[in-house]
C-alpha cells in the first residue's frame, strides 16, 4: 500500500502539541464513508492554535491538522457522492478531532462533504474554507436580522484577517457601506482596494466607558472579541446586528443590558463548525454566486505543503493577511 504525506500533530512531554511531517497509509486514517483525493487545504487561525499548540484545541493525538479540504472523491461507500466527484469539507471535527485536511488523502464522514458548487473550483473552495464560509454565515444570520445596505454603516473588525477580509468584499459588493477596523496601519490601502468606504485604526480608537455610546453602526461583523465587542454593542444603531465569529482579542465581555433593551442589539453568534448541512449548502451556493468576491485573488496567497511550518508563526504573530491555500499535490 503507497504512502503518502501528511502534516501531523502530537503531543509532547509537558503536555504541548506539536505537528511534523510523517508517511501514512490508508489504514492510518480514521474512518468514514469517504475518501478523498486532496487537491488543496487552507490554513486558518485555528489550524495555527493547532499546530503551534499556542490553542487547546486538538481533542485527539495523533490527528492530521487541517480543518479544511477540497479534492476529488477516491472512494465511496455512500450513494451520494462516486468516485471523481469534485467535494469539499470544512469544519465538524476535522483537524481537532479526526483527520484533516493536511494530507494527500483524506477520510472523512459523507455528511460532513460537500458537493462542489457549479461554477466553484477546489481552488477557489479553500480560498474561501472555513473563513469565507463563516463570513457568508455571518452576513446571512445579518440579513435575516434585517440588515440592508440602506441601514447605515457596517463595521468589520480585524480587517486583514482571512474572514475579514473576505466579508469586506462581499458587503461592499452588495452595496453596504463598509468601515474597516484594523491595527495595522500600513494595511489601509489594501483595505480600501478590498471596498471599504473608511477605515478606523484600533490605535487611535476612543472606546468609551458609558453603558451606551453615540449609535453608529446598523451592523458588525466582529472577529476579534473582548473589549471590540463590549464597545459593539455600545454604539450600535437601533435595532442594529453583530455577527461574533472570533476572539483574538480576548474571551470576556464586559457590557450591560442597555444595548439590548433599549436598543433592541441583537449579538449574533457564528458557529461555521458545526452547521447544519441544509444551511452550510445554501452558504456555499451563494459563495459561489452573489457573495462571490470580484477580487478574491487579491486576498488569497498559496503554498504548499512543505511550507507549512513556515506559515503557523506568521499567522500567530499577526504578519499574515488574507487567506492561505495549500496545495496539497506538491512533495513534502
Known amino acids: 500500500m503507497r504512502a503518502f504525506n501528511a502534516y501531523r500533530i502530537f503531543e509532547e512531554a509537558g503536555g504541548k502539541s506539536a505537528g511534523r511531517f510523517v508517511e501514512l ?78 494530507a494527500e488523502y483524506v477520510r472523512v464522514p459523507a455528511d460532513w462533504v460537500v458537493p462542489l458548487p457549479v461554477g466553484m473550483t477546489l481552488f477557489e473552495a479553500m480560498a474561501f474554507g472555513t473563513a469565507g464560509f463563516t463570513a457568508g454565515l455571518a452576513i446571512y444570520r445579518m440579513e435575516q436580522n434585517g440588515l440592508k445596505p440602506e441601514n447605515g454603516k457596517v463595521i468589520v473588525t480585524g480587517a486583514t484577517g482571512g474572514v475579514s477580509s473576505l466579508a469586506i468584499q ?17 494595511e489601509h490601502e489594501y483595505l480600501q482596494s478590498l471596498g471599504a468606504k473608511e477605515i478606523l485604526s484600533r490605535k487611535e480608537l476612543v472606546m468609551g466607558k458609558r453603558p451606551m455610546e453615540k449609535s ?67 452558504i456555499w451556493q451563494r459563495l459561489a454566486t452573489d457573495l462571490y468576491p470580484k477580487q478574491l485573488a487579491k486576498v488569497v496567497n498559496q503554498v504548499y505543503l512543505a511550507d507549512l511550518p513556515q506559515v503557523f508563526p506568521r499567522m500567530m504573530q499577526g504578519q499574515q493577511r488574507g487567506r492561505v491555500v495549500v496545495g496539497i499535490k506538491a512533495a513534502v
Request: one cysteine or more.
Open 25 to 102: 497509509t490508508l489504514d492510518d486514517l480514521d474512518p468514514g464513508e469517504v475518501l478523498i483525493e486532496a487537491h488543496y487545504s487552507s490554513v486558518n487561525f485555528k489550524d495555527a492554535l493547532a499546530a503551534t499548540g499556542a490553542g487547546k484545541v486538538i481533542r485527539r493525538f495523533p490527528c492530521v491538522g487541517g480543518i479544511d479540504v477540497s479534492g476529488v472523491v477516491a472512494d465511496s461507500s455512500d450513494a451520494r457522492f462516486n468516485v471523481g466527484d469534485e467535494v469539499l469539507a470544512t469544519g465538524y471535527d476535522m483537524g481537532v478531532a479526526h483527520d484533516g485536511g493536511y
Open 170 to 186: 462581499m458587503l461592499a459588493q452588495h452595496g453596504y457601506h463598509v468601515v474597516a477596523l484594523t491595527g495595522k496601519d500600513s
Open 216 to 282: 453608529l453602526w446598523a451592523g458588525a461583523l466582529d472577529s476579534v472579541g473582548g473589549e471590540t465587542l463590549a464597545w459593539l454593542t455600545r454604539t450600535m444603531q437601533q435595532n442594529g446586528a453583530i455577527a461574533s465569529i472570533g476572539n483574538a482579542g480576548g474571551l470576556e465581555l464586559n457590557t450591560t443590558v442597555l444595548p439590548f433593551i433599549l436598543r433592541g442589539v441583537s449579538l449574533l453568534g457564528v458557529d461555521s463548525v458545526a452547521a447544519p448541512m441544509p444551511l452550510r449548502t445554501k
